[in-house]
């Protein structure tokens, strides 16, 4: 396969300095789980913190980040749509019992799309083409459909179900009048979350590009659908912006800028691209060139039951190609009103007019002694609930039927009516359209360790942007056995510790080997504690990818460190700024 040879090196080195590797190593493992190691954990916080600075922080007047509970009721799938809709094609070997995902096998043998086709059409292609099993070539049975959803049971009652969560999006659904409210019933407004969730896959193959157990971020972006331009306040940041596109049916990605793409009805909402191109922002900052990834559209076959319109963010790598490591969707009102018809609750809101205007509406009028007659103490609930239906709804009843069905009553052509009245109303109320950008943490971790992966002559290299870098600095005393080196460079090394710095100290071994293990981790910053230290309290502050120098006071390290890292000034810079005796 193309890449192996990179691939292969990479995840030793991943597995080798700490990273990750395949979790229960020692019982031989189970396809779909990884461990984090300790570089791992802190390069996957870094890209946390990264993108809820660039998704949450910067849009946080509109944006808030709740956390919701990892197993959830059946109700709330049943709700969703996941108990009945999450699922994918699986085969099974006659001869050796082996499953796999249909799709993915017919794909590798023929090099084709089926993505959306029933199950009965891909059986009708594995006989036809004669595939068979990848392992032990027995013949392959009927393709069915598989849940992915892992089940559980709440608490000791048999018949209590629940589920893991396949997303955070359904958290964020059901506490949404909750956060609505609590903050101040504005719209638009989105709720952010990062949390794990599981998948039970098929066959889960490439690695970290495919787990049964894994890490979303994702917000849920509720807006007004009638209010385009009120929807995105925050448009204008990404003006001019470009992204590559490849609409759905076309041969080949074109770049458009947001507002051609909008303007153009390649995406159909605004909000939906401005969310797109904040995504290529944060992918472009883990390293990931502009000219290696592109938004690839879904077809109406491949899109999710809830989504209008779908784009999947693609990345290059080196062993699979493109990569999807995050998905884009209009989900209109779907959930919210799934929601509220399984729930039985009002999730629409109530958004003012500027001031209150004079409208006709239809309204349904049921007779009040008919009712009361027949169906004596029940009948407030009956009247509130006829009083509520909506009036088109009413008259093909009445005309297919001759009577109204509600609340379990019966009530005759002869005893409802439809009546047009002059109102004034102070603003009106809707169901928010929810507009969704989501990513798959992990992969983006593997992502962004491969985007570092150099090779400069017999060293290996992890250029990191400097702000993920899981480790930001360490601190080298210049020779091994010199023991006031060494005391001086604990003490600079207790002092970024003191500044929140992530830092390492290093003693052992020749300085070469020493800048040769941090440049593997992706350390930006080594800094050699001297004889020229103790003279005058300098240090060396040496950049990872370019290997040059600059001689920096101890007492301006922490600074120096902040602007090398977060502001990303080259050394020149902050040697001139921070030691301007040596340049003089």
Request: aromatic share 10%; hydrophobic share 35%; proline share 6%.
């Amino acid at each position: 396969m193309p890449g192996d040879d990179k691939y292969s090196k990479i995840m030793e080195l991943a597995r080798r300095r700490g990273f990750f590797w395949p979790s229960y190593e020692i019982y031989g493992g189970v396809a779909g789980f990884y461990d984090l190691g300790p570089y791992g954990v802190l390069l996957k916080r870094r890209i946390i913190e990264k993108w809820r600075r660039i998704f949450v922080h910067e849009h946080s007047e509109y944006v808030v980040e709740i956390e919701s509970p990892i197993v959830g009721p059946s109700r709330v799938y049943e709700a969703s749509g996941h108990v009945e809709s999450f699922t994918d094609p699986i085969v099974a070997c006659t001869k050796c019992g082996r499953r796999y995902r249909a799709d993915h096998l017919i794909e590798e043998k023929l090099g084709v799309n089926v993505e959306g086709m029933s199950p009965q059409e891909m059986t009708r292609i594995i006989r036809e083409n004669n595939i068979t099993c990848p392992v032990c070539s027995g013949p392959l049975g009927e393709v069915k459909l598989f849940n992915l959803l892992f089940k559980t049971q709440i608490g000791p009652y048999e018949g209590s179900i629940g589920y893991l969560r396949p997303e955070l999006a359904q958290g964020m659904f059901v506490a949404f009048k909750r956060v609505y409210e609590a903050m101040r019933s504005r719209i638009p407004i989105g709720i952010a979350q990062i949390g794990r969730v599981g998948r039970n896959e098929i066959s889960p193959r490439q690695a970290m590009m495919r787990l049964r157990e894994f890490t979303i971020m994702e917000i849920e972006y509720f807006i007004d659908p009638e209010d385009r331009e009120g929807s995105c306040p925050f448009l204008h940041r990404m003006e001019g912006v470009k992204m590559r596109i490849h609409r759905h049916g076309a041969e080949e990605a074109e770049w458009y800028t947001l507002e051609e793409a909008v303007n153009e009805g390649v995406i159909i909402h605004p909000c939906l691209g401005y969310w797109m191109a904040v995504a290529q922002r944060f992918v472009e900052s883990l390293g990931v060139p502009r000219e290696n990834m592109f938004f690839e559209e879904k077809g109406p076959e491949e899109r999710a039951h809830y989504s209008s319109q779908t784009f999947d963010q693609m990345v290059k790598v080196s062993r699979w190609g493109w990569v999807e490591v995050s998905g884009h969707s209009y989900r209109g009102d779907f959930d919210l009103s799934r929601h509220m018809k399984y729930s039985g609750q009002d999730l629409t809101v109530f958004k003012p007019y500027p001031k209150p205007v004079k409208v006709r509406v239809r309204r349904v009028i049921v007779d009040r002694a008919y009712v009361g007659r027949n169906y004596k103490s029940r009948a407030p609930e009956i009247l509130r609930e006829a009083q509520s239906l909506d009036p088109d709804t009413v008259e093909r009843m009445l005309e297919e039927r001759g009577h109204i069905e509600v609340a379990g009553a019966r009530i005759p052509r002869d005893h409802v009516r439809i009546v047009e009245v002059e109102e004034k109303v102070s603003g009106r109320r809707f169901i928010p359209h929810v507009v969704e950008p989501s990513f798959g943490t992990d992969r983006n971790v593997y992502v962004a360790f491969e985007y570092a992966y150099r090779e400069k002559g017999d060293r290996v290299i992890l250029a990191f942007p400097r702000d993920i870098a899981p480790v930001q600095a360490t601190v080298l005393p210049l020779v091994e056995k010199d023991e006031e080196l060494k005391r001086k460079a604990r003490s600079i090394y207790q002092q970024l510790l003191n500044h929140g710095y992530t830092t390492i100290y290093d003693d052992t071994g020749s300085i070469g080997r020493r800048y040769a293990r941090s440049d593997e981790i992706g350390v930006p910053a080594a800094i050699t504690i001297d004889y020229q230290t103790l003279e005058d309290n300098t240090v060396t502050l040496r950049d990872r990818d370019t290997w040059k120098q600059a001689r920096i006071p101890a007492n301006n390290l922490p600074q120096a460190l902040h602007d090398f890292i977060y502001k990303n000034k080259p050394l020149e810079e902050i040697e001139k700024h921070y030691n301007p005796q040596k340049q003089s």
